[in-house]
């Protein structure tokens, strides 16, 4: 949540294609907290680009901007491994949704 916070967390990987349910321009909230249970909205963001590739072909820079603390695949292999309760392999394929904040000023009177 930290790393979201600061700025530092611009990209999530998501495992599966999901061009379909993300697409750039698309603005989305945000949030943490479990997948079934309650979650807070950090913020408002647009999303920048939407790839699709296998986990063993992430660059070291996407790897990053999910995880500012991750470097190798290895570490985002293992990552999503816990997530999604299942072993990830090179060959998975992957989603890397890139986004910017929206800063949201009050109206103007």
């Known amino acids: 949540m930290d790393q979201l916070r600061k700025g530092r967390k611009t990209a999530t990987i998501r495992l599966g294609d999901k061009r379909r349910k993300y697409e750039r321009g ?3 909230w945000v949030t ?3 997948r079934h249970g309650p979650r807070q909205r950090l913020f408002t ?4 680009e939407v790839t699709c590739k296998r986990v063993g072909d992430l660059t070291q820079r996407e790897i990053e901007r999910d995880n500012p603390e991750f470097r190798l695949v290895e570490d985002t292999m293992q990552f999503l491994t816990h997530i999604y309760s ?9 989603t890397v949704v890139h986004f910017s904040e929206v800063i949201e ?3 103007l009177d």
């Open 26 to 28: 698309q603005l989305v």
């Open 86 to 94: 299942r072993e990830i392999t090179e060959d998975d394929e992957v």
């Open 45 to 48: 963001a647009i999303i920048d």
């Open 32 to 34: 943490v907290g479990h």
């Open 105 to 107: 000023f009050p109206p």
